[in-house]
């Protein structure tokens, strides 16, 4: 008898730290839910909940995943799948991850490059077969490597996709590449020579498909699931386009920017190394731990130590390192990317050391809830270095005054920046995009929630004042066009 209670109370205490573990992580999950606030603060304000935002901004859906000390702490879904028919979000339900495609696409190219099957630094030309980069006079005689294509370095053309209707003829990838019908996007080609600087380039990364392509001479999405998802554990995860290879009742349908469906439920997207991967923060939380494992060297499923150092090394300019983004915050690394597809958007942050992070994906069409979500997380889990707080206060001007604000005013030729008042209120909307209200810290400078930017109006001897754009760490001056 007591042989049996001397075992019972190691059982008993092992019980009670469960249920405390527990405890710990519901109350961390109800702060995360119930403590959003923007990028920028007003004083004073009270914070926001993950319903209240979505409704906000018009998101139908939400999937989160957090990574605390190389394992998932909680995910959860939010809203719907499907708007209509109330199909609920679950951690099994799949997202278009848009660009972070790009980072799972390098995990397979540096699979080849560690087997030896392919040169990190050679002529691209040298693996291509039944299509050839054009170099011409831009490129200056120097040679795109996969080194340039993953870094964005290589100096092309063709930032991202629109996708195609579900039963609309798909391009192949050497029509995307030529830019040839039923291609929608223009040809891929030299901006600049390669190696100068960071240009964003997903034709660049559509080459990197082609050259998979050729040297296994294996369909892409084949390739990817059986080398890189598979031994990662990412099981729910596809390439496949369209996704015909997981069950459709999983599949998120795409909304835009005012909440409503997008023609055919989604896009398809021939670009799969670019923006084709279908899959859910549970799932990406295994790409992401893995690559942390592997940087510390205390795993090998698919990048050796040696590999995973290499894709979290920044390649040139100080951020872009091979299929990531690398931030520096606090003494903290971090790796990144965000994901944009019609009526998705996504992002992963993660720390290359630490094993924290946390991702998002959304089947709206805005941003900006990420980061909210990801704020509060980074908040409640003191992931220093994602959370970042600006608290400002703001003063109340009167209509009249704002009245003398308005008008248009130069961005680019092609884009005019519109400042307006409503109710009361001052607001922007620049060409093509959703208006914006502009808050008072003082009689003449505002700022916005959403953006870095602020903007300051000042007299001039029509009566009406000029305006100053603060972005980008510089002072622009717009000219007045009405």
Same mark, same amino acid.
């Given at each position: ?21 527990? $405890? ?44 605390? $000390? ?29 660009? @972070?495609?790009?980072? &799972?696409?390098?995990?397979? @190219? &540096? +699979? ?36 340039? =294509?993953?870094?964005? !370095? ?6 991202? *996709? ?22 929608? !996007? ?19 990364? @559509? ?58 439920? *989604? ?7 670019? #923006? ?7 799932? &990406? ?17 698919? =990048?050796?130590?040696?590999?995973? +150092? ?25 790796? !990144? ?9 996504? $992002? ?21 809830? =990420? ?58 909307? #620049? ?14 400078? *505002? ?36």
């Amino acid at each position: 008898m007591k042989t049996s209670r001397l075992f019972a109370l190691p059982l008993l205490l092992l019980a009670q730290l469960n249920v405390s573990a527990q $405890n710990s992580t519901k109350e961390k999950i109800t702060q995360v839910e119930n403590g959003l606030f923007g990028t920028t603060q007003i004083e004073g304000e009270a914070l926001w909940t993950i319903r209240e935002r979505m409704a906000y901004y018009k998101v139908p859906g939400l999937s989160i995943a957090v990574i605390q $000390n190389y394992r998932v702490v909680w995910a959860k879904g939010y809203g719907f799948a499907n708007d209509s028919s109330k199909t609920p979000v679950t951690t099994q339900t799949l997202f278009q991850a848009g660009s @972070i495609s790009k980072s &799972l696409n390098a995990v397979g @190219i &540096l +699979k080849l490059v560690q087997d030896k099957k392919l040169d990190l630094y050679a002529d691209i030309n040298a693996y291509l077969t039944d299509w050839k980069f054009p170099y011409d006079s831009l490129s200056k005689g120097k040679r795109i490597t996969m080194a340039n =294509l993953l870094s964005h !370095s290589a100096g092309l053309n063709l930032q991202g *996709f629109g996708g195609y209707l579900p039963g609309k003829p798909l391009p192949t990838i050497v029509q995307v590449l030529n830019g040839e019908k039923p291609a929608n !996007s223009p040809r891929v080609h030299s901006m600049f020579e390669p190696g100068l600087r960071f240009q964003y380039s997903g034709g660049g990364t @559509i080459i990197s498909q082609l050259m998979v392509m050729d040297i296994t001479h294996r369909n892409y999405a084949e390739y990817m699931k059986n080398e890189v998802l598979m031994p990662l554990g990412m099981k729910s995860s596809t390439f496949a386009q369209p996704p015909v290879d997981v069950n459709p009742a999983l599949l998120a349908n795409a909304y835009n920017m005012a909440g409503n469906p997008v023609p055919g439920k *989604f896009h398809v997207y021939p670009e799969q190394a670019a #923006a084709g991967l279908w899959t859910n923060p549970t799932d &990406l939380a295994k790409y992401v731990i893995e690559i942390q494992l592997a940087y510390a060297g205390k795993s090998t499923k698919v =990048l050796k130590q040696a590999t995973a +150092k290499l894709m979290l090394t920044p390649y040139i300019g100080g951020f872009p390192g091979l299929g990531v983004f690398i931030n520096k915050q606090d003494g903290i690394t971090y790796f !990144s990317h965000p994901g944009v597809d019609a009526g998705f958007h996504s $992002n992963y942050t993660a720390s290359v050391e630490g094993g924290n992070g946390v991702i998002v994906m959304v089947n709206g069409d805005n941003d900006q809830l =990420l980061a909210e979500v990801t704020n509060s997380v980074a908040k409640v889990y003191d992931f220093k270095g994602i959370f970042k707080i600006n608290v400002k206060k703001v003063i109340a001007l009167p209509t009249d005054r704002l009245q003398t604000y308005t008008g248009e005013f130069e961005l680019t030729p092609q884009r005019v920046l519109t400042i307006f008042t409503e109710d009361g209120h001052l607001y922007l909307r #620049a060409t093509g995009e959703t208006k914006r209200e502009l808050y008072a810290q003082s009689e003449t400078r *505002f700022f916005l929630r959403d953006l870095p930017y602020e903007l300051e109006f000042l007299p001039d001897t029509t009566g009406k004042a000029k305006l100053v754009l603060y972005a980008d760490e510089g002072k622009h001056d717009l000219k007045r066009i009405k």
